[in-house]
C-alpha cells in the first residue's frame, strides 16, 4: 500500500506571496492532519480534516487554512507569507473511523523556506 | 492532554537493546501512550501504543508500569539506522476533537557502533 504523499517536496516562496500544499493519504484513510515543524517550536498541529470537514485546530493565524477534497486529498494554504513560516510541513492520514486507538501515518513533508 | 517528560538524548551500542523512558504522570484513565520516532529530515514514524498491557510488534515493545505514571520503549537490538528522535505522547481515546498529537522534544537516541 502507498504511503503518505506530499507535493511539493521542497518550495521557495518570497515573502508576501501565498503558497498551497498537497497531501495524498493512504488509500481508505479518511482524516487528514497538517503539522508545522520548525527548529525553535518543534512539531505543532495546524488542523484536522475529516470528511472534508475540519474537525480540530491548533493555535494558528488565520493565514494558515486547509481544506479536504471528497477523495481524502488535502491542501493547506498560507497566505501573506512571512520568514517564520519557513519550516516543514507535514502531513499524516489515519483511518480514524472511531473506536479506542489509530495511528497517524506523515508523508515526508514539504519544506517551504521563505525569502 | 497529558504532558511526558523524556530525557534530551541517550547513546545505545549497536546490536544492544536501547530501553527509552518516558513519565507521563498525570495521565489520565482514558489516555494512551503512542511512541513515534523521526529520523532526520523524514516524517514521523508510528512505532507502538498502549493503554495499559504490555505490547509488543515488529518494531519495538512497550512496558507500562501498573500505575501507568511511566512507560519504556525497548528497540531489542538497536542499529545504527535507529538513530533518531523518539517522541513519547499520551492522547486519549480517539473521538471529535482528541485526533491531533502533541509532540514534546523528545529523546535523541544515537546508535553507536
Known amino acids: 500500500k502507498a504511503g503518505v504523499t506530499q507535493t511539493p517536496r521542497y518550495l521557495i516562496k518570497t515573502r508576501g506571496q501565498q503558497v498551497t500544499l498537497s497531501c495524498s493519504p493512504i488509500?481508505?484513510?479518511?482524516?487528514v492532519s497538517w503539522y508545522q515543524q520548525t527548529p525553535g517550536q518543534g512539531l505543532q498541529f495546524l488542523f484536522e480534516y475529516f470528511s472534508e470537514t475540519q474537525r480540530n485546530k491548533g493555535n494558528f493565524p488565520g493565514r494558515f487554512s486547509g481544506r479536504q477534497f471528497s477523495n481524502s486529498r488535502s491542501e493547506m494554504n498560507v497566505s501573506t507569507l512571512e520568514l517564520g513560516d519557513s519550516a516543514l510541513y507535514l502531513c499524516a492520514s489515519s483511518l480514524a473511523v472511531g473506536g479506542s486507538s489509530y495511528e497517524q501515518y506523515f508523508g515526508p513533508g514539504t519544506r517551504l523556506t521563505v525569502t | 492532554d497529558a504532558k511526558t517528560t523524556q530525557p534530551p538524548s541517550m547513546d545505545c551500542a549497536e546490536g544492544r537493546a536501547a530501553n527509552l523512558p518516558c513519565n507521563h504522570s498525570?495521565?489520565?484513565?482514558?489516555?494512551?501512550v503512542y511512541w513515534y520516532r523521526q529520523i532526520h529530515s523524514q516524517g514521523p514514524q508510528y512505532i507502538i501504543h498502549?493503554?495499559?498491557n504490555n505490547e509488543t510488534n515488529e518494531m519495538a515493545s512497550l512496558i507500562i508500569t501498573e500505575d501507568r505514571k511511566s512507560s519504556t520503549l525497548i528497540l531489542p537490538h538497536a542499529t545504527l539506522r535507529d538513530t533518531a528522535v523518539y517522541y513519547c505522547?499520551?492522547?486519549?481515546?480517539?473521538?471529535?476533537?482528541?485526533?491531533?498529537?502533541?509532540f514534546g522534544k523528545g529523546t535523541l537516541l544515537t546508535v553507536n557502533p
Open positions: 498525570t495521565i489520565s484513565g482514558n489516555e494512551y
Open positions: 498502549g493503554l495499559k
Open positions: 505522547i499520551v492522547r486519549p481515546q480517539g473521538g471529535g476533537s482528541n485526533y491531533k498529537l502533541t
Open positions: 488509500s481508505g484513510h479518511r482524516s
